[in-house]
């Protein structure tokens, strides 16, 4: 049973860059067709999508958030990436990892991590 | 950026009907999911496709759109159904991902 978790600091400061890791166990990262995603939600609010990354390491991104972001696959770690550049309070929100399982015209969040929080204050 | 609209709130109480409905242009051309979120959990997809129900989800979940809106029905609600209750819309290639704010489902 694929299981992630995950982990990272839980305060950054102003204008500095979050960075966060989700390890992936149950499975592999670079097999099957799988997106690896990112998804945050500010405290009493809805989700917004951040960003997902295919099996072999290519990227879609929000379009809101492309100039900050940059996901990764560390494929001898069994686990992929976030980082999102010059945060600010409008950053501060649960981070989500979750693995997005994909048909032709059809994808769909199937397992989530716990969710980290990360709070941009100084 | 495109907008997927839910009401803020329903309520219901045990045994009644919920309705929790979600509105955007993109409807027709894509198909919706939708989340439950418990409070301090991690979302779970409960219908997939418009109205598929994964498995091990109850039967009183149910899907079903009409031209610009979708609707996720709970007949019958639980007070473990009280939840917020998420839309979702994908393209698959990033040009096109968004959640609806969360609907709030209370039901007492």
């Known amino acids: 049973q694929v299981q992630l978790q995950e982990s990272g600091p839980g305060l950054v400061k102003p204008s500095q860059t979050l960075s966060l890791t989700c390890a992936v166990s149950g499975g592999s990262v670079s097999s099957g067709s799988y997106y690896w995603s990112w998804i945050r ?3 009493g609010k809805g989700l917004e999508w951040i960003g997902h990354l295919f099996t072999t390491g290519s990227a879609d991104y929000n379009p809101s958030l492309t100039s900050r972001v940059t ?9 992929f990436s976030l980082r999102l550049t010059s945060v600010t309070a ?31 204050s100084s | 950026s495109y907008d997927l609209t839910q ?3 329903v309520s219901v109480s045990p045994g009644q009907t919920a309705r929790i409905t979600c509105s955007g242009d993109a409807l ?11 409070s301090g959990q991690a979302p779970v997809l409960v219908i997939y496709e418009d109205s598929k129900r994964p498995s091990g989800i109850p039967e009183r979940f149910s899907g ?45």
């Open chain 1, 90 to 120: 409008a950053d501060t929100a649960v981070y989500f990892c979750a693995r997005e399982t994909c048909s032709p015209n059809s994808c769909y969040f199937d397992i989530w991590g716990q969710g980290t929080l990360v709070t941009v």
């Open chain 2, 7 to 9: 009401p803020p709130s």
């Open chain 1, 41 to 43: 939600q500010p405290a």
């Open chain 2, 64 to 108: 079903s759109r009409s031209g610009t809106m979708a609707t996720l029905t709970i007949s019958g609600a639980h007070l473990e159904d009280e939840a917020v209750y998420h839309c979702y819309l994908t393209d698959s290639s990033g040009s096109l991902s968004v959640f609806g704010g969360g609907t709030q489902l209370t039901v007492l």
């Open chain 1, 71 to 79: 996901m990764a696959l560390d494929t001898s770690r069994n686990q």
């Open chain 2, 28 to 38: 027709p051309k894509k198909y919706i999911y939708w989340y439950q979120q418990k």
